[in-house]
């Protein structure tokens, strides 16, 4: 048969030569060829339903939220204390994370539940309490509980948030939840407090150990935040590119704390006029005596006060910096897991929380030893975006996250995972 190959007969005289390739034939395409390849997408009405369809992360959420709230909203939810380095380093220790994968396992069915304090969860995270969470979106806490239970994991209001501890039971009697405490400088209303939790069926408190005084968040003073919002000519005018967010807090139940009295100022004002600075361990100990559920301490950044707190009966310690909102510089939890881990790891459960933007560092976590992690801006970024839709969204997108991570690592439960599934590059 004889070749079609061209070749140039100038090029073929040394020890190689070019080859000259036909051009293509060109022709115009048939009608059911066309049909076959323009398919578009149903459009969809909800324009809700439509801006979540083009988010694939929680950074995308987090786009999205940007655009859809006031900028002194955004900046209360995305933001930290001073320069906002111990964010930074705690979103760039979970950059440094480095997964050994083994390969050759089935890995066709994933289980991503496991106990935390003693019932299970359908995933190894839980929704972190958050304050003001009303203000992000008018459907606030009840939308995320909805969403908690819907998924299987527990959720937790905050002291500070906006919603009743009764109101929230309400909205989602099935769900797992827990309830986040600051002491006050007056004991009555904690031990009211703690009652209330009880009697709506609360299993677990929290008690939030890192905040004598508030942090210095400068984005709040800078934009002039106060609780509830006030309608400055900066606010106005940021409002009238935020109508709809507008229109939804003036058209929907006033936006007041639901745990304590609203009083004019920022949140750093808040704090210092109502949270107690003389928090000791004799406090704990009166925590304790006084809560019969599982008891969290909320804060702990050294291996020495995490001993301490197991002493003193705590079931769980939750290595945190406030999400970076309160001491700048402050120790990144994820850093610290492991010492924390060898030293009280057989007497308690380790959670962690801090820098977490995808279901990635959920799963490297769990396998340098937390029992669980808790997530707040990533869920909260959802709440912005859309609303509950926006925070099924988020916790969907993190699902998602640790089952894929899960399969490529080659375990198939949480359980599984261990230390040497990952580390921390230098």
């Known amino acids: 048969m004889r070749s079609t190959r061209r070749v140039d007969p100038a090029a073929a005289s040394g020890s190689a030569y070019r ?117 992000m979106h008018h459907e606030g806490e009840r939308a995320v509980v909805s969403v908690a239970a819907q998924a299987g994991i527990p959720y937790a209001l905050s002291t500070v948030g906006t919603t009743t501890i009764e109101d929230l039971a309400a909205a989602a009697p099935d769900a797992r939840k827990w309830f986040q405490l600051y002491l006050w400088r007056d004991r009555a209303p904690a031990k009211d407090l703690l009652a209330r939790a009880a009697d709506a069926g609360f299993d677990t408190l929290m008690l939030t150990v890192d905040t004598p005084v508030g942090g210095a968040r400068l984005r709040d003073v800078r934009n002039g935040l106060t609780i509830p919002p006030a309608l400055s000519l900066r606010t106005f005018l940021d409002g009238a590119l935020h109508p709809h967010w507008w229109i939804n807090l003036l058209t929907t139940e006033p936006l007041t704390f639901a745990s304590l009295v609203s009083t004019d100022g920022t949140v750093a004002d808040l704090i210092n006029r109502v949270f107690d600075p003389s928090l000791t361990m004799d406090d704990l100990d009166w925590v304790r005596a006084t809560w019969t559920g599982s008891l969290v301490v909320k804060g702990i950044q050294s291996v020495t006060d995490a001993r301490r ?118």
């Open 309 to 426: 707190v197991v002493d003193a009966g705590a079931d769980a310690v939750l290595l945190s910096n406030h999400g970076g909102r309160q001491l700048d510089r402050a120790p990144v939890p994820l850093e610290l897991l492991p010492e924390v881990v060898d030293a009280v790891g057989d007497r308690t459960e380790i959670l962690v929380d801090t820098g977490i933007t995808n279901g990635a560092d959920i799963v490297a976590a769990v396998a340098l030893g937390a029992r669980a992690a808790l997530v707040g801006r990533a869920y909260l970024y959802g709440l912005m975006a859309g609303g509950r839709a926006g925070v099924a969204k988020a916790v969907e997108l993190l699902a998602a996250d640790v089952v894929r991570t899960m399969q490529l690592l080659g375990v198939t439960s949480v359980d599984q995972l261990r230390p040497d599934h990952v580390r921390l590059r230098t």
């Open 19 to 135: 080859v000259r390739v036909p051009p293509d034939r060109r022709r115009f395409p048939r009608p059911a060829e066309l049909r076959a390849l323009l398919r578009p997408r149903p459009f969809v009405w909800n324009a809700t339903e439509r801006r979540l369809a083009r988010a694939t992360s929680i950074a995308d959420l987090r786009s999205i939220a940007r655009r859809r709230t006031p900028r002194a909203v955004f900046d209360y939810t995305d933001g930290a204390a001073e320069g906002e380095l111990s964010l930074r380093r705690a979103r760039e220790a979970f950059a440094r994370l480095e997964f050994r994968p083994s390969a050759l396992n089935d890995v066709s069915d994933v289980d991503t539940g496991r106990a935390i304090l003693g019932k299970r969860s359908a995933l190894p995270f839980a929704l972190a309490p958050t304050g003001f969470t009303r203000m």
